[in-house]
């Protein structure tokens, strides 16, 4: 059985490169890793601070990796837990298909329909430059939007299933913002893991 596909799709979008494969990983796996980080993983919910008001995220979180460097965005520093078995096995085949090194990831957990992370671009300093992050999607299926920072006619929506991963290479977080907005209809549980390179 064949546990990671690689069916590729270049979403076409100018200025950047994005990567999506919807059968990244066998959809057994995919339930198993997701029944394994909904119980496992110490989520928490931290206070965030968006223009000016402060709110609870709406979302959990959790970084995981390596040398204890922290991460931190929107006046959150998150310190990293040890990496576990599970995240260490998704980061090994990941590097294998993208050729490029991460040393940390974080979570998130959209608990239902309410919760979601609104535009942005993971363009911290301690990611460099131009980074790569690479997201897999486990449970519930969400669309994850994306728009041109300078051309407002450059837009993609794409539908996140369980077991997908999206690359988010060169270019990406320098042209682009992207979001996961609320959802209209109610949602069964997702997570995110997103691979990261911390400098």
């Not at 576990?84 to 940390?104: C, D, Q, R």
């Not at 460099?128 to 897999?136: A, D, E, R």
């Amino acid at each position: 059985m064949n546990l990671f596909g690689n069916e590729k799709i270049v979403l076409p979008l100018p200025d950047a490169s994005f990567e999506y494969y919807p059968d990244f990983l066998d959809k057994d796996i995919a339930h198993q890793l997701f029944q394994e980080f909904y119980k496992e993983t110490p989520w928490q919910q931290d206070y965030i601070t968006v223009f000016g008001k402060t709110h609870l995220q709406p979302r959990l979180t959790a970084l995981y990796g390596n040398d204890g460097k922290p991460y931190g965005y929107s006046n959150i520093i998150m310190k990293p837990h040890s990496w576990t078995v599970p995240l260490v096995y998704l980061k090994e085949e990941i590097e294998k298909l993208t050729h490029h090194h991460f040393n940390a990831v974080l979570l998130n957990l959209y608990r239902n329909e309410n919760d979601s992370n609104g535009w942005h671009a993971d363009n911290e300093k301690e990611l460099g430059k131009n980074p790569v992050i690479t997201s897999v999607s486990l449970g519930a299926e969400r669309i994850f939007q994306i728009k041109h920072n300078t051309n407002k006619d450059i837009k993609q929506n794409l539908l996140l299933t369980n077991g997908s991963l999206l690359v988010m290479k060169e270019g990406s977080q320098i042209h682009y913002k992207h979001q996961l907005p609320k959802s209209s209809k109610p949602q069964k549980p997702r997570i995110n893991l997103t691979f990261r390179t911390i400098y």
